[in-house]
């Protein structure tokens, strides 16, 4: 028997998770949420909407009909009805205290658009090396912000303002997923919105490996670091990231390729103290 949901903590966030053809982790995770829940379901062929709708009939659920990726996320955030959204995957959730925490951040932090949680990943719950390299804040931490800044997340692992997350285009459907988080970091910095780790909030994650090609991964990401260069960095970074790329995955020069309409017309070059910040990110790792 399905548990019953825990009390929500808030009022003020909203729990978005993108899924696909993951009904049987949806069962186990979603309880698990302590705030309103709005799955979004990539065209899912398991029966996944509708189990989850008989046995949460207080979660909102989507179904897309097709599979959008990491944009079904954007379309969660887009009916939400709190000034605030939190992320989740399928395998993942916020530990107990963080959701009101982030309700609590973002109202004290006026300029906080973006707050990353610390993960924990596995059984084990070993940190995950994201987080272990956020929490050596090599960018600092400016004033009036909740944490040391960052310019990239897991995005199983943030919460955001809705509206700065709208405005600043959410995630792109042209990215689909792996690496789809980088554009809109950059983004919401050149918003002048603060992006903060803050360790106090904690999200779980037990990913599964299985049914999933590590091949196409690094195509996907070579392409998608390829097109973000194209669409903010200036050529010189664009020309080593297409040279990376290939060295990557040759196929994913021609993947990018097929967007470069689209990326030449939506060009928008970042502030120089982001790109600045960027350098100085590349030059750490």
């Known amino acids: 028997m399905t548990r019953p949901p825990i009390p929500y903590e808030t009022r003020d966030v909203t729990v978005v998770v993108a899924t696909r053809n993951r009904r049987e982790r949806l069962l186990d995770t979603l309880p698990r949420h302590a705030a309103e829940v709005i799955v979004v379901d990539n065209g899912s062929d398991d029966g996944s909407p509708e189990a ?18 990491a944009a079904a996320r ?17 395998d993942s ?62 995005a199983c692992s943030v919460a955001v303002r809705r509206d700065d997350f709208l405005a600043a285009g959410g995630f792109r459907p042209q990215l689909r997923v792996y690496g789809e988080e980088a554009l809109l970091a950059v983004d919401l910095a050149a918003a002048g919105r603060h992006l903060s780790y803050v360790p106090r909030l904690t ?27 194209m669409l903010r960095r200036p050529p ?28 030449l017309r939506e060009r928008q070059p970042l502030p120089s103290h982001i790109e600045s910040a960027l350098v100085r990110l590349a030059n750490e790792g």
């Open 52 to 69: 989850i709708a008989r046995a949460f009939p207080h979660v909102t659920v989507v179904p897309l009909g097709e599979n959008r990726a």
């Open 74 to 90: 954007t379309a969660g955030a887009e009916l939400a009805r709190t000034p605030y959204v939190a992320f989740a995957d399928d």
């Open 203 to 229: 999200v779980r994650h037990v990913p599964l490996s299985e049914g999933r090609d590590p091949r196409a991964r690094r195509r996907l990401e070579a392409r998608n670091r390829l097109l973000t260069a």
């Open 93 to 154: 959730w916020w530990e107990p205290g963080s959701l009101a925490g982030v309700a609590e951040l973002f109202r004290t932090h006026p300029r906080a658009g973006l707050l990353a949680a610390r993960v924990l990943a596995g059984p084990e719950q070993r940190e995950d090396p994201v987080s272990t390299a956020q929490a050596r804040a090599p960018l600092g931490t400016p004033s009036g912000a909740p944490g040391p800044a960052i310019l990239g997340f897991l």
């Open 236 to 263: 010189a970074v664009v020309a080593r990231t297409a040279a990376a790329a290939w060295r990557d995955d040759p196929r994913s020069l021609a993947d990018a390729a097929r967007l470069l309409p689209w990326a």
